[in-house]
């Protein structure tokens, strides 16, 4: 069954892509990984539910690494786009760095930076993930309470299985399993290049599936508005 009703011929929803784009997939592809971004790339942009809301920004990056409900604070959609972009991006030049030293020598020095940066993400993109969600569909899970990526991922996680419970795609499950191992990595994990490259791969499946859960929003939304301007037609004809 494909993910949310949506025929099989169609983009799979969840993950932002056709069935097959995954990790696993990833070394058939040179150097793109299964987003199709250049391998050192993750976030390819702004969805169009927050494009919808985005105000400016409204402050500076917190800490280089430092990421707390202090620091969101008051962040507007589009300063989290921003901070996701600037943390991808340091995360690709690490990746790079190790790429291309491609010692495990390397891989240990550059370990524990890697793994600040993809925590760093994995909470923007969650942050946005969840509000995205929150205003497109009814809340049936509490919300998270504060910033902590394993939190953000149980309601996110949860609400999507409320929101679509005969889903059996695995998509979600998938991300679930790629988040745990990525977030139960330590440095000394990353002894060589295989582990780090299987991480990077994790971590790019991940993103595909905040992309389609980003996109399931962003068509409730675009679904909601059309309903309402159709209704605002129809009361409009029958007004004298």
């Known amino acids: 069954m494909t993910a949310v009703g ?3 011929t169609s983009p799979d929803p969840i993950r932002g892509d056709g069935a097959a784009a995954t990790g696993r997939d990833a070394g058939t592809r040179g150097d793109r990984g299964p987003t199709g971004t250049r391998r050192g790339t993750l976030h ?3 969805s169009s539910t927050n494009v919808r809301r ?6 500076d990056s917190p800490g280089r690494d430092a990421l707390d409900a202090d620091s969101l604070r008051g962040a507007t959609p589009y300063d989290l786009w921003q901070w996701s972009q600037e943390t991808s991006r340091r995360l690709g030049d690490v990746y790079e760095r190790i790429l291309d030293a491609g010692t495990p020598e390397a891989c240990r020095a550059h370990a524990p930076e ?3 940066l993809v925590r760093r993400f994995l909470a923007l993109r969650l942050t946005v993930v969840a509000a995205d969600r929150r205003l497109a569909f009814e809340q049936r899970v509490p919300p998270a309470d504060g910033v902590a990526v394993a939190a953000l991922w149980a309601e996110v996680f949860w609400a999507a299985r409320a929101e679509s419970p005969d889903d059996d795609s695995g ?11 990525l977030l139960g990595s330590a440095p000394v994990d990353l002894a ?3 582990a780090v490259t299987a991480r990077w ?5 991940v993103e595909e599936t905040f992309g389609g859960l980003e996109m399931q929003a962003q068509a ?3 679904t909601r508005q059309e309903l309402y301007e159709h209704e605002l037609d129809v009361h409009q004809l029958n007004t004298p």
Do not use: C, K
């Not at 985005?54 to 402050?59: A, C």
């Not at 791969?201 to 499946?205: A, D, H, S, T, V």
């Open 54 to 59: 985005v105000s400016g920004s409204s402050h």
């Open 171 to 181: 998509v979600l499950e998938e991300a679930d399993a790629s988040i745990r191992g």
């Open 192 to 194: 060589d290049l295989h």
């Open 114 to 116: 890697f793994l600040r």
């Open 201 to 205: 791969e994790r971590l790019q499946q």
């Open 6 to 8: 949506v025929a099989p």
């Open 44 to 46: 390819r942009g702004v």
């Open 220 to 222: 409730a939304l675009e």
